[in-house]
């Protein structure tokens, strides 16, 4: 099964950022193709072209093979994109949003919350008891917060992620 390209900017965006893309895009498709040329062919320095191509390997993204060049007498690294780690990855990356949304749904559920009245601050109980209840920006008197629409929100975000396709 082939790897959308909404799937590759996805993984690509989040794990190493949009400035690799066309990196991404451009080895997509070849086979082993030395990174002087991709250098030349994206019009960008060779020290960026390894730069972002070194940050995309340690994500599995692209692999390489390294050859001495006969004549001149340096190595070369030749690079393949990694297509059938993408789906890999991009379960990856779901599971780790998700991960992190149930934990802060956790902490929202099991603690009270205390808001600022001028919104500088917003902390759980246990923090705001330390500052006896005065926020540690303006000394104004901080509230109990109800914190129902924010644990909706995060519902609706878990929730979505989950029907997610990409
Ligand atoms: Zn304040």
Same mark, same amino acid.
């Given at each position: 099964?082939?790897?959308?390209?909404?799937?590759?900017?996805?993984?690509?965006? @989040?794990?190493?950022?949009?400035?690799?893309?066309?990196?991404?895009?451009?080895?997509?498709?070849?086979?082993?193709?030395?990174?002087?040329?991709?250098?030349?062919?994206?019009?960008?320095?060779?020290?960026?072209?390894?730069?972002?191509?070194?940050?995309?390997? @340690?994500?599995?993204?692209?692999?390489?093979?390294?050859?001495?060049?006969?004549?001149?007498?340096?190595?070369?690294?030749?690079?393949?994109?990694?297509?059938?780690?993408?789906?890999?990855?991009?379960?990856?990356?779901?599971?780790?949003?998700?991960?992190?949304?149930?934990?802060?749904?956790?902490?929202?559920?099991?603690?009270?919350?205390?808001?600022?009245?001028?919104?500088?601050?917003?902390?759980?109980?246990?923090?705001?008891?330390?500052?006896?209840?005065?926020?540690? @920006?303006?000394?104004?008197?901080?509230?109990?917060?109800?914190?129902?629409?924010?644990?909706?929100?995060?519902?609706?975000?878990?929730?979505?992620?989950?029907?997610?396709?990409?």
């Amino acid at each position: 099964m082939g790897v959308t390209k909404k799937q590759i900017e996805y993984v690509v965006n @989040e794990l190493v950022g949009e400035e690799a893309l066309p990196f991404v895009f451009y080895i997509k498709g070849k086979k082993h193709i030395s990174e002087f040329i991709i250098a030349e062919e994206l019009d960008e320095e060779i020290h960026k072209t390894r730069n972002i191509l070194y940050r995309l390997f @340690e994500h599995n993204i692209v692999t390489f093979t390294r050859k001495k060049d006969k004549i001149k007498g340096w190595y070369i690294c030749y690079w393949d994109f990694n297509e059938k780690t993408i789906p890999y990855l991009t379960s990856k990356i779901k599971q780790g949003k998700i991960e992190k949304l149930n934990d802060r749904l956790q902490k929202e559920q099991d603690n009270a919350f205390f808001l600022c009245r001028n919104a500088c601050t917003r902390m759980a109980f246990e923090h705001a008891i330390e500052f006896n209840f005065k926020c540690p @920006e303006c000394s104004e008197v901080m509230q109990e917060q109800n914190n129902q629409r924010t644990i909706e929100f995060i519902k609706e975000k878990l929730k979505e992620l989950k029907v997610a396709k990409t």
